[in-house]
């Protein structure tokens, strides 16, 4: 099983367990599917101390994609201030029952 793993682990488990370093494309795709890990452990974090600390480890991997896709945070926020200019946040709870258009 592969699995994308932070920088210092090779270093920390060095005798136990083996390691290789990704081509950019592998790396690219490991990345996306490590984001999908880390929001799952967001999903199922059952204190307040392990949410805070799984939302650490996915804004890490945010981090790695915009860096790898030559993107700055700057401007993923600027992005994400005008999209809740345009649809608003999270803030009122809305839940969407049902969508008209999709009957």
């Known amino acids: 099983m592969k699995k994308l793993v932070r920088d ?6 060095a ?19 490590k984001i999908v890990e880390e929001a ?6 059952q204190s307040r101390a392990n949410l805070v600390e799984e ?3 996915l804004e890490e ?5 915009l860096t790898d896709a030559s993107i700055n945070y700057e401007e993923m926020d600027s992005l994400r201030q005008a999209k809740i ?5 999270f803030s009122q709870k809305f839940v969407m029952i049902n ?5």
């Open 40 to 45: 799952k452990e967001v999903q199922n974090a």
């Open 15 to 33: 005798d136990d367990a083996e390691f290789e370093v990704l081509s950019n494309e592998d790396y690219r795709l490991s990345l996306r599917h």
């Open 85 to 89: 200019n345009q649809k608003g946040n």
């Open 61 to 65: 991997v945010i981090r790695a994609i």
């Open 8 to 13: 210092k682990i090779p270093s920390i488990l």
């Open 55 to 57: 939302l650490g480890d």
């Open 99 to 103: 969508n008209k258009e999709e009957s």
